[in-house]
């Protein structure tokens, strides 16, 4: 599933291509991925004319803020990405119709929605999968829902501090790799990421969250800061399925320490990377390093 740093970086990538742009048509061959309007025709009525003024992140989630008072919420889950472009209908199939990334990747070409805009860009979306979830609602309706105010704080926000970290984790009973990618204590963070922040941090993803204290809290607080920046600066992870808006691969899954590394050298002890399942998640770890 894309996480914090590569939905942050098609958000910015988008916030650079799409801004005042107005959607002037809209497919899909996949109408449940429409969770809201419950019909695809109200959806596809009601989004036609609707100018994007602004592109933001919460969590794993895409955010347009739209004309009209409208949002738009994309989420694309375990196989989604979005990707920036134009395509040629073929049949019953889309082909890109420019060379590039976005025609050469074979992970690109699981488009199930395009929304046209005004100038002449495509924005789709190639999900696997077909895990996820496209909504456009009320503005104060969504800012005010439950799913988007039960979501916990950012962690890159500058004024997430270490003390609001530690009151955050020491507050759960559970094991610290589950409730690092619990998204109501801390909004964004994946498996990918849980692992490198806890193999940098020296910490089992076994140890119980309320009982890490001191200079340990601090130098998971610390690694999750330092590894999100790094993720977000390499564009991201592609370990399976995630591309960037302009079909390319990120660069992150290059600099991974533990992550789908199992029994490979631990680069710091030279002892052997673990795989073992938490909470029906796997956890990859150095036993040697991580107390």
Known sequence: MPELPEVETIVKDLKLKVLQRTFIDFWTDFEKLIKFPKYFKEFKKSIIGLRIEKVS?????????LSRGKVLL??????????????????????????????????????????????????????VRKFAKVELREAKDFYSSKYFNDLGPEPLD??????????????????????????????????IYADEILWQAKISPFRPANKIFGQEMK????????????AIKARGSSMSDYRTLSGEKGKFQLMRKVYRRTGEKCPVCGGKIKRE??????????PACQR
């Open 57 to 65: 992140r919460r969590g794993k989630n895409i955010i347009f803020d």
């Open 74 to 127: 994309i989420h694309q889950k375990m196989t989604g990405h979005l990707l920036l472009g134009k395509w040629e209908k073929t049949g019953s199939s889309w082909k890109a119709a420019v060379s590039g990334p976005i025609a050469d990747d074979p992970m690109n070409r699981f488009l199930h929605l395009i929304f046209m805009l005004d100038n002449g860009q495509m924005l789709a979306l190639s999900d």
């Open 158 to 191: 500058k004024k997430f501090s270490l003390d609001d970290f530690k009151a955050r984790i020491q507050e759960r009973k559970g094991k610290i790799k589950q409730i690092l990618m619990d998204q109501s204590v801390i909004a964004g963070i994946g498996n």
């Open 219 to 230: 130098l998971m607080y610390l690694a999750m800061k330092e590894i999100l920046k790094k």
């Open 277 to 286: 399942v938490i909470g029906g998640r796997s956890a990859h770890f150095c």
